[in-house]
């Protein structure tokens, strides 16, 4: 099946900017030295250009399979890979040996890349307010997408570094700022989120761009993060009362497969193409000897998910539908991926359906940034924190175990504040595996260096919650100072 879209994804809009000219136009040379934001920005084509570049750069980060996964899968308690040429990039997470000088591609890459969307909607917001060409409530919307777009960059910056030098203009230079205080952080992201959700629509009209609920929900993701719990309960029940979302009521097992891409359930997603920003996780999800399409790339790298793991769901549980159990591979061997003997070794998921128009690894399934699961889930581990168990932190959580056909819960089943954090850890776990949560998620509950010693990452220690700053960035600005313990 082709896949189609109902509206036109941000990152095609690059194309449409490009081919708007007649083949006239293209001919008619035109040089620029620079461009002149009084001009350029003064028109919708100009400022969507530069917004188009700072959402590709935000999404980008989050579709990378070979960084994003280094810095939020590798070194939690779900996944682990081995083999392949890309195993070597895997193994400081794996074993926490990283330092700032490990994986450059994986830290510098992060860090730089989102500061290029920072400084995009830096040049867009230094210059809007100037903007008379177009309605006020169009430029009123455009800011607040680009304000969006820079909260959510300092957001992902903040969950991988801890607070970061916070850079407002594009006007002026400074090449040695200093990090932001986590109060000064935390007030920043306040503001620009809160302001981006006063003005930003409850629906676009393309995929992939901000919405109200994105903003409220980024927010609260971030209070939750935080531990900011009555905050954090608050937004995301405002996000539930905006009545825009839903879980996704279709086949489980189809559920991030591309015809099912912007389904109800999705608040934010980071849109891929096999030509444009590719998802290229199932490249590397497919075990030796796969029988894959003739389109399709089988890495030599293995991502797995540890079958300790897997055995924790429940029998009845329809999210084990995202799992690759058993095949036989392009010889007629037959493979048990829970044996720990077979050539497999471990079994695969499969959540991110293999998109049958892929271009070799490059596969065009969209990756949810924040979806409503994401949403009961929080508020229920929020209204937790502030009360332990209530009815309605069980009824938030039952509506994702209903939905994966599981066993109910009732609030005499946890008689401490403890045993449910627990429970929704757990949950956790089974609702968002491989989509680049788990590190966080063991972070906020206290578990992310227990559990890797327990699993034998003996060089795991308390300071590791956080990465290094780059050693690039280091070097070139002196005011900035390192992460403890690095």
């Given amino acids: 099946m082709e896949k189609t879209y109902k509206n036109i994804t941000v990152i095609g809009i690059a194309f449409i900017l490009l081919l708007s000219t007649s083949c006239t136009d293209f001919l008619q040379e035109e040089v620029y030295t620079q461009y002149d934001p009084d001009a350029f920005l003064q028109t919708e084509q100009g400022i969507n250009s530069v917004l188009v570049s700072a959402y590709d750069n935000l999404h980008s980060r989050n579709v990378d399979v070979l960084k994003s996964y280094n810095v939020h899968e590798w070194c939690g308690d779900i996944m682990w890979e081995y083999a392949g040429g890309y195993n070597a990039a895997t193994v400081p997470f794996s074993t926490f040996t990283w330092d700032a000088q490990t994986a450059l591609h994986s830290f510098d890459t992060q860090y730089r890349g989102y500061y290029v969307s920072i400084r995009n909607a830096n040049s867009l917001l230094d210059e809007i307010d100037n903007v008379t060409s177009l309605p006020v409530e169009l430029v009123s919307q455009l800011k607040a997408e680009a304000r969006f777009i820079r909260a959510a960059s300092y957001y992902f ?17 400074d090449f040695e700022p200093l990090r932001a205080t986590e109060d000064e952080f935390d007030k920043f992201i306040t503001s620009e989120l809160t302001a981006a959700a006063d003005e930003l629509p409850v629906n676009q009209d393309l995929w992939g761009k901000a919405t109200k609920g994105a903003a409220l929900a980024l927010l609260g993701k971030y209070y939750l993060n935080s531990k900011q719990w009555q905050k954090a309960a608050d937004l995301n029940l405002d996000v539930m009362e905006l009545d825009q979302y839903s879980l996704y009521s279709g086949d489980l097992k ?26 290229m996780y199932m490249a590397g999800a ?18 797995c998910v540890r079958n300790d793991w897997v055995q924790t769901y429940h029998p009845d549980d329809k999210r084990r ?166």
Wanted: proline letters at 8%; hydrophobic letters at 40%; charged letters at 25%.
């Fill in 286 to 303: 497919f075990p030796p000897n796969y029988p894959v399409l003739s389109n399709w790339r089988n890495w030599g790298a293995q991502f």
């Fill in 254 to 279: 189809n559920m991030f497969a591309v015809e099912n891409e912007e389904n109800e359930e999705v608040i934010f997603a980071n849109p891929a193409l096999p030509i444009l920003n590719p998802f």
């Fill in 321 to 486: 539908d995202w799992f690759l159990f058993e095949y036989v591979d392009t010889k007629g061997n037959y493979h048990d991926l829970l044996d720990p003997a077979d050539k497999g070794r471990a079994v695969r998921c499969f959540k991110f359906v293999p998109d049958p128009n892929a271009i070799d690894h490059r596969h065009g399934n969209d990756v949810p940034s924040i979806r409503y699961a994401e949403v009961l889930l929080n508020r229920a581990e929020a209204l937790n924190e502030i009360n332990g168990p209530t009815q309605e932190s069980i009824d938030l959580l039952n509506q994702v175990r209903q939905r994966a056909g599981v066993p109910l819960y009732s609030v005499s089943d946890f008689v401490s504040k403890d045993e449910l954090r627990d429970a929704l850890l757990d949950e956790r776990g089974w609702e968002f595996v491989v989509e680049l949560q788990r590190r966080r998620d063991l972070i906020r509950h206290g578990k992310f260096i227990s559990s890797a010693i327990d699993r034998g990452a003996t060089n795991a220690k308390d300071y590791m919650v956080r990465y290094p700053i780059p050693i690039v960035e280091e070097n070139a600005n002196p005011n900035i100072e390192q992460n403890p313990g690095y």
């Fill in 157 to 173: 910056l903040w969950d991988l570094f801890g607070p970061v030098p916070l850079i407002t203009s594009a006007a002026t230079l």
